[in-house]
C-alpha cells in the first residue's frame, strides 16, 4: 500500500517537471523525423494511468450491468404465482352423469383420443364405454395414481367403474383436477408461470438440443457456436444462424429490444456471463422458458411457454403433445417469421426440422417424430383472450383469499388453491346466458344492451359451482354477479312471509290475506300507496297465493304487519352481511343488492334454514403441496328448518301455478323445483332464484345504464334459468317430506282441502295442527283467478 | 403434523376435562371418530344402510385418518362423502363429531343441529347429536344450554 503511494507522488512529481523535458523533445522530432514523433507521443501518454481509469471504468460497468441483470432476474423469479384448480370430478357407481357430459369433462381437462391408451392423459370411447388413462394427481388427502379404467355408462348413469389392470371394480375414481388460472400481480403481468419440474421433458430436452446443445457445458458464452454461426452466415450473405446459448437469449429477452449491434452483443455476453456466475443452470433454464417471446396478439406479447400453449392451442403446457410442443420450440427462432395464423407452411417445415432434430439427438425415437410429423398444427384459430377462462369466479376465489393473505404471498408464493369450481356446470350456465341474451336482447330492440349475471351454488354447504359476470363471459371487466348492486323487487318477499310465517303466531300458508289498496305514510309525510303489477288488487286471498302470484298490497300488508324491521332482521339471519335501512319499500325490494347477496339469502332457503357462506375455495396448499388452510363445511342453524320447509313448499307451488309456472316451456322438469321471480319498476331489472336437491341458481338481467330492459323475471331471467338447469340435469327436490309437518292439498280461492286431482290445487307444508281442515270445491279455471289469467293473456299479447 | 396431533389431543383433554366439571353432559357414542381416549359408553352410531360403496370407503378411510390423529384429512374425506350423499344424516354426524375434537365447538353444533334436520324418526342418531350439541355449548361457555341439549338426549334416548 504505501508503495504505490510512493510511485503515485513520483509519477505526479514527475508531471510537474515534464514542461522542461517537452523542449527537448521538440528539439529531437527534427531531427528523427514522423516515425520518432510517434513513439515520442506513445511514450508521453500516461498508459498506467488510462489502464488504470479504463479498468475502474469497467469494473464500474460491469458491476452496473450485473446490478441490471440481477434485479432483472430476482424480480421475475420470486414471482410465483398461486395456481388455481377446478374440482376434481369424483366417479363412482350410480353416480348421475351423462356419457356425453363425461366426455366433455375430459375434453376441457385435455385428454385426447387415442387408439390405444398407453400414454396418461389419453381415451377411447365405444357408445357409452369408455376406457381412459388417467394422469393421476398427488392430491393433499390422498394419492390419485395414473391408470387405465374403463367407466361404462348406463341411462344416465355411472354403470361401472373398473381398473383394466386388476379387472376389479374401483369404489372411486378421482381425475385430476382443471387448471384455471394463476393469481398475478397487479402490474397485470401476462404470464403463466411454469415450473422447470412441471415443464414437459421433450420441451426441455428439445430446446437444448435445438438452440444451445453445450448449454450445460458453458459458461454463458459459446465461442465455437459464435464462430460457426458467423461461417455460416458469412457463407449465406445473411444471418442465417445464431450463435446465442440460451442464456444470452434469455439476456436479450430481459432487455426486449431487438437492435443487432455490436455494442448490444457485447452487453449480452457480458451479462449472460455474469447471470451463470450467480444462478445455476437450472435457475437460468426455468427463467428462459417462461421468459422467452414466442408471439404477438396487438399489444400483447406472448411471453413464456406457459401463456403460449394457451395462446396457440388453447390447453395447459402439461396437455400438449409431442408435434405441438415442437411447434414451440421452433417459434423460438421467429414468432413473427413463423407465425402460425400467417405462415402455417414455413412453420410446419421448421417443426419438422425440429423434430427431426429431436429423433437425431435421441429426445424423441424415429417412430415418435414421424408420428409427430404426419400431425397438422393444430393452433387454434383465435386465441383465448385472457389468463383465465373463467374471470368472474377468478375474482371470487381472489377476493375470498385476500381475506387471509397478503397480496404478495398469492403472487409470489406459488400457492396452490383448489376451488369449488365445476367447469361443467359452469359451461352450462355460460351457453344458456349467451343463448338467452342473444335472443331476449333482439326481441327486445336492446341493440346488445341487455346485460346478465349469474351464480349456482351447491345447496350442500354453498360451495360456488359456477359464476358469470356479463355476457361476455370470457372477459375480465366489470363483475355483475358480485358487484352489480340492482333493486331485487318481489325475490324479498319469501323473507316478508317467511318472518310472518315465525313470528306471527297461528300464521299458516292458507291464513287469509288481504290484497286491496294500501295507503302508507312516511315520516316525512309522504304517502306511498303501492300498486299491484297488474294495477289489480284480489281481495282476500291464501297467504301463499299471494307469495306465489307475487301480490304486491298482500306482501305489504303483511309485511307492516310483522314490522319492517323485523323483515331486514330476517335479512340478516338468512345471510345478508351488511344492514340495510328499514323502509316499507323495502318489502317490495326497493333495497339493492348484488346477485351473490341474494345467492347468500337463498343458500338458506335451499339448505332448509342452515346458513352457508357462498365459498369458492376448499383448501389453499404450499407450493410443496403441504395443507396450510382449509375452508371446512361450515352450517350454522339460521332459521327454524320446519319453517323454512313450509315456506319452500309454497315456493315450489310458484313453480306449478305461479310465476314460475312458464319454466317447463324450456325445462320439462321445473315443476320439481323451487324459486321466485323478481321484477323492478319499469321493468328495469329481471331476476330469478330458484333451486333443486343440489343445486341454486340465481340470475339477473339487466342493462348497466339502468335504462328499461322490458322484461319480467318470468320472461327473462327465468328464461336463462331454466335453460341452463334443464342442461345441468340435477335433481328436482325430493317430494315433500312429512315427518314433523302434515302435507294438505289445498285450493287456491279460499285455502280449504282438495283432493290431488284438483288441476288447480297446491300441496302445502304444514305446522301439525295448523293444517286447513275443511274441505272445499275444486275450483274452475275461471274461478281460480280470472283476472290475473286475463292479464297473463294480456302480457302474453305484449311479450 | 405432529403439531396438528397434539393440538387435537390437547383439546380433546380438554373436552373430557370440560365433561366431568359439568357432570351430567355425557359423552356421544364411540365409533371411531375420535383420537383415541374416549370414556366408554354410548352406543355406536353406524353408518345406515344403503349407504353406497363410495361413501363407505371414504369412511374407511376418513376412520383411519382419525385413528392416526389427522383430523384434518378425516374432516376431507368426510365432506367428499357429504358431497356424494348430502341427505344422509350419520355423515353430517360423524363430521359433527371431529370438529367437536377439533375444538369447533360452533360448528360442531352447526352440523350436529344439519343432522338432526336430516335425521327423520332416529331416535338414537338424534340422541347422539344432542349430546354433541351439550359438549359444543359447554364449550361454548353455555352451561344452561348444555344441560338443556343433555336433556333432549336422555329423552330421546328414553324414548327409544
Known amino acids: 500500500m504505501a508503495r504505490k503511494v510512493t510511485r503515485k507522488k513520483r509519477r505526479k512529481t514527475g508531471g510537474r517537471q515534464s514542461s522542461p523535458r517537452r523542449k527537448s523533445t521538440a528539439r529531437r522530432r527534427h531531427a528523427r523525423g514522423d516515425g520518432g514523433r510517434f513513439r515520442r507521443w506513445f511514450r508521453q501518454v500516461p498508459w498506467k494511468k488510462l489502464f488504470a481509469g479504463l479498468a475502474v471504468l469497467l469494473v464500474l460497468y460491469v458491476g452496473y450491468l ?75 388427502d390422498d394419492d390419485e395414481p395414473a391408470r387405465q379404467v374403463e367407466v361404462r355408462f348406463h341411462d344416465g348413469r355411472v354403470d361401472a367403474l373398473i381398473d383394466v389392470e386388476t379387472q376389479r371394480a374401483l369404489s372411486l ?64 450473405g445473411a444471418t442465417v444462424q445464431g450463435g446465442s446459448t440460451l442464456t444470452q437469449q434469455l439476456v436479450k429477452n430481459f432487455f426486449l429490444s431487438n437492435a443487432r449491434t455490436l455494442w448490444r452483443k457485447g452487453n449480452e455476453a457480458i451479462m449472460a456471463v455474469l447471470l451463470e456466475l450467480h444462478y445455476d443452470k437450472d435457475e437460468i433454464l426455468e427463467a428462459y422458458l417462461n421468459e422467452v417471446y414466442l408471439g404477438q396478439q396487438g399489444k400483447r406479447a406472448i411471453h413464456g411457454f406457459g401463456l403460449a400453449a394457451r395462446f396457440y392451442f388453447d390447453r395447459p403446457l402439461a396437455q400438449l403433445d409431442n408435434a405441438e410442443l415442437a411447434t414451440l420450440i421452433a417459434l423460438v427462432q421467429g414468432p413473427a417469421l413463423y407465425d402460425p395464423r400467417r405462415h402455417p407452411q414455413r412453420l410446419r417445415k421448421r417443426r419438422d426440422l425440429v423434430l427431426n432434430i429431436l429423433a437425431e439427438q435421441g429426445v424423441l425415437s424415429r417412430a415418435a417424430a414421424r408420428e409427430a410429423m404426419a400431425q397438422n398444427l393444430s393452433v387454434v384459430r383465435r386465441p383465448s383472450r385472457g389468463i383465465t377462462p373463467y374471470p368472474a369466479f377468478m375474482d371470487m376465489v ?15 408464493e406459488g400457492l396452490r388453491i383448489f376451488t369449488t369450481l365445476d367447469p361443467l356446470v359452469q359451461s352450462d350456465v355460460e351457453d344458456a346466458l349467451r343463448k338467452q341474451l342473444r335472443r331476449l336482447d333482439r326481441a327486445r330492440g336492446l341493440g346488445g344492451k341487455l346485460e346478465g349475471a349469474a351464480l349456482v351454488t351447491s345447496t350442500t354447504g354453498g360451495e360456488l359451482l359456477a359464476a358469470v359476470g356479463g355476457r361476455e363471459v370470457r372477459f375480465a371487466g366489470f363483475n355483475r354477479a358480485l358487484d352489480a348492486r340492482r333493486q331485487v323487487g318481489s325475490l324479498v318477499k319469501p323473507v316478508v312471509y317467511l318472518t310472518a310465517l315465525m313470528e306471527r303466531p297461528g300464521t299458516t300458508l292458507v291464513s287469509p290475506v288481504s290484497d ?18 297488474n294495477k289489480v288488487s284480489h281481495g282476500v286471498v291464501p297467504l301463499y297465493v299471494a307469495l306465489t302470484r307475487s301480490y304486491n298490497q298482500a306482501t305489504v300488508r303483511l309485511g307492516m304487519q310483522v314490522g319492517v324491521d323485523r323483515v331486514v332482521a330476517m335479512l340478516r339471519r338468512l345471510g345478508l352481511p351488511r344492514d340495510v335501512p328499514a323502509y316499507p319499500a323495502l318489502l317490495l325490494g326497493s333495497q339493492t343488492l348484488s346477485p351473490l347477496e341474494v345467492t347468500q339469502i337463498y343458500q338458506t332457503f335451499a339448505a332448509e334454514g342452515f346458513r352457508s357462506p357462498v365459498t369458492a375455495i376448499r383448501e389453499v396448499l404450499t407450493a410443496e403441496g403441504e395443507p396450510l388452510q382449509r375452508y371446512p363445511l361450515d352450517v350454522a342453524p339460521a332459521v327454524d328448518p320446519l319453517q323454512v320447509r313450509i315456506l319452500n313448499s309454497a315456493l315450489r307451488e310458484v313453480m306449478r301455478h305461479g310465476t314460475g309456472a312458464n319454466a317447463v316451456n324450456w325445462f320439462p322438469d321445473a315443476a320439481g323445483f323451487a324459486g321466485k321471480t323478481g321484477t323492478t319498476n319499469d321493468l328495469r331489472d329481471s331476476w330469478f332464484a330458484g333451486f333443486g336437491r343440489e343445486h341454486l341458481m340465481v340470475v339477473w338481467l339487466g342493462a348497466d345504464d339502468n335504462r328499461s330492459i322490458g322484461l319480467t323475471g318470468a320472461s327473462g331471467a327465468l328464461a336463462v334459468w331454466s335453460d341452463a338447469m334443464a342442461r345441468m340435469g340435477g335433481p328436482p327436490l325430493d317430494p315433500l317430506g312429512g315427518e314433523q309437518l302434515v302435507l294438505r292439498w289445498v285450493e287456491p280461492v279460499s285455502g280449504r282441502r282438495v283432493g290431488a286431482s284438483c288441476p288447480e290445487a297446491a300441496q302445502l307444508a304444514f305446522l301439525p295442527g295448523t293444517e286447513p281442515q275443511e274441505a272445499g270445491r275444486c275450483p274452475s279455471r275461471e274461478d281460480a283467478d280470472w283476472t290475473e289469467r286475463a292479464m297473463d293473456w294480456l302480457r302474453g299479447l305484449l311479450d | 403434523m405432529v403439531l396438528l396431533r397434539q393440538a387435537g389431543l390437547r383439546l380433546w383433554g380438554a373436552l373430557i376435562l370440560l365433561t366431568m366439571l359439568a357432570g351430567c353432559v355425557t359423552n356421544p357414542a364411540r365409533d371411531g371418530f375420535a383420537p383415541g381416549g374416549e370414556a366408554a359408553g354410548g352406543t355406536v352410531i353406524a353408518p345406515r344402510r344403503g349407504t353406497s360403496a363410495a361413501v363407505l370407503d371414504l369412511l374407511e378411510r376418513a376412520r383411519a385418518a382419525s385413528r392416526r390423529g389427522e383430523l384434518h384429512k378425516a374432516e376431507a374425506l368426510l365432506e367428499r362423502a357429504i358431497r356424494i350423499e348430502p341427505k344422509n344424516p350419520v355423515l353430517w354426524h360423524y363430521m359433527a363429531k371431529v370438529h367437536l375434537h377439533r375444538g369447533r365447538a360452533r360448528r360442531a353444533a352447526g352440523l350436529a343441529a344439519r343432522s338432526n334436520s336430516l335425521a327423520g324418526d332416529d331416535a338414537t342418531l338424534r340422541a347422539d347429536n344432542w349430546r354433541i350439541i351439550a359438549h359444543a355449548r359447554q364449550a361454548m361457555g353455555d352451561p344452561a344450554g348444555a344441560r338443556a341439549a343433555q336433556a333432549r338426549a336422555a329423552q330421546l334416548a328414553g324414548d327409544r
Open chain 1, 66 to 140: 450485473d446490478y441490471r441483470i440481477r434485479s432483472q432476474f430476482e424480480g421475475k423469479r420470486w414471482a410465483l404465482p398461486a395456481h388455481v384448480y377446478a374440482r376434481p370430478l369424483e366417479l363412482r357407481e350410480d353416480f348421475p352423469l351423462p356419457a356425453a357430459r363425461f366426455e366433455r369433462e375430459l375434453e376441457l381437462l385435455g385428454y385426447r383420443l387415442a387408439y390405444d391408451t398407453r400414454e396418461p392423459g389419453t381415451y377411447n370411447r365405444q357408445h357409452r364405454r369408455f376406457r381412459l388413462h388417467t394422469r393421476g394427481f398427488a392430491f393433499w
Open chain 1, 516 to 533: 286491496t289498496p294500501i295507503r302508507i305514510q312516511g315520516p316525512n309525510g309522504d304517502i306511498w300507496s303501492p300498486q299491484n303489477y
Open chain 1, 173 to 236: 375414481l378421482r381425475l385430476d383436477p382443471m387448471y384455471i388460472g394463476g393469481i398475478y400481480p397487479d402490474q397485470h403481468e401476462d404470464r403463466l408461470l411454469i415450473r422447470l419440474d412441471e415443464a414437459p421433458e421433450v420441451l426441455v430436452r428439445g430446446l437444448i438440443a435445438v438452440e444451445d446443445r453445450r448449454f450445460y457445458e458453458h459458461w454463458g458464452v459459446n465461442p465455437s457456436a459464435i464462430a460457426r454461426a458467423l461461417w455460416a452466415n458469412l457463407r449465406a
Open chain 1, 398 to 412: 381472489r377476493r375470498q383469499l385476500r381475506q387471509s393473505y397478503a397480496k404478495r404471498d398469492l403472487t409470489s
